[in-house]
């Protein structure tokens, strides 16, 4: 079973600094090491998000099509999908402005940046459509709850920062296309890595394990 968020067909070609495309594969790199023990990661390159053009990249990635799909796997893919939306925000509107509209989702929608990746969130949506199925919840709350712990992740002191360092390692690599191994072992040369980790850690136990309780108290408001 191979589970593709983005299909890479064509090389993408970055331009000469690492442009809103390379942030948001980056991002879905970073969000996606947070589950590194059910995915196998294999392959990075720089979104395009030019109008009018289908060619995508960004992370593809493999599961063992033998394990259940289960909630949290669910919400797993929809974390990594929902990623590049967040980080393209991010990018967009800037790390400030962000900080301080987070407190308003989700009654400030405009906040998400979808251009060149409607697609991208309409898949997000898809993902979502199990979780509330098997919590009996709206689906937007799942939905909105998904994008508020996104955010909240890349709003996380020090995040950004290795997100930033994906994406410059993207732009200075000499193909257009990068292996996650190789992404993965520069980083654990990094002096910050075990501090990056310890994030992962506290990321993950502040979402999991998933439940109707979590879910709902994001949202009481929703009817």
Known sequence: MQLSIFSIQEPVVNSKLPDRGTFMAAAQFVMALNFAGEFELLSLSAMNIQPGNTK?????FV?????????EIYDHLALISISSICAGSIYFHGRDKIATEIVNLPYREGILNLDGAEEDYMAFKRLCSPISRFFLLQAKKVQWSAILSAFRFFMMEGIWEVVNFV???????DADVLACAQLSENMQKQEWYP??????????????PLN???LEAELPEIA
């Open 195 to 208: 501090a990056f980790c310890r994030l992962l850690r506290d990321f993950y136990a502040t979402r999991y």
């Open 167 to 173: 994406a410059h390692a993207m732009h200075q690599a």
């Open 212 to 214: 109707k309780v979590g």
């Open 63 to 71: 599961r063992n099509g033998k394990l259940k799909m289960h909630p």
């Open 56 to 60: 995508k990249g960004g992370l593809v």
